[in-house]
């Protein structure tokens, strides 16, 4: 005959459960990256599908447009510098779209394909949460052997791209 478990065991089994599931959720949200950070090599996908790896020690410049507005703005202006501009600064330019709903993917997808510049799909949302952000800008992480050298946003539009890649 089994001994049903004393209440200490489940609350100690309980205890066990949470703490646990605290532990991993802390793992899967790291913190943003700051200054000093090593930024972490990362597959995706390009907006034609095509597969990339990010190669930290390999970029001086890693953009991330956080929404849809600040990344419609940005496209705009990296287009106007040409397809080759973010090449030419060892540059990266990565589009958030996680959480985008399907009927959006399905608009959004070939009007992304039209761009000639490279936008790598951030589709993760624990490698978008990587990145600090501010309302309405473009993070702007400058690299130096893989890690953060330093951080800033760039307004699309409103501020010229060549005066935040120095």
Known sequence: MNAAPTPNLMIQTITRII??????IGIAHAAPYAVGSKVES?????QHEVAFTFKPAETKFLLISHDMETGKK???ALTALGKDFLGTKKAVYVANIHGMPGVGRMFAMPK??????RIILGDDAALIARFPEQKDKVTVLRLADGKVAAIGYWSPGAEPLDGVLK
């Open 19 to 24: 703490t646990l599931t605290a532990l991993s």
């Open 42 to 46: 990362f597959t995706a996908k390009d």
């Open 74 to 76: 940005a496209n705009a």
């Open 112 to 117: 992304m394909k039209k761009y000639v510049h």
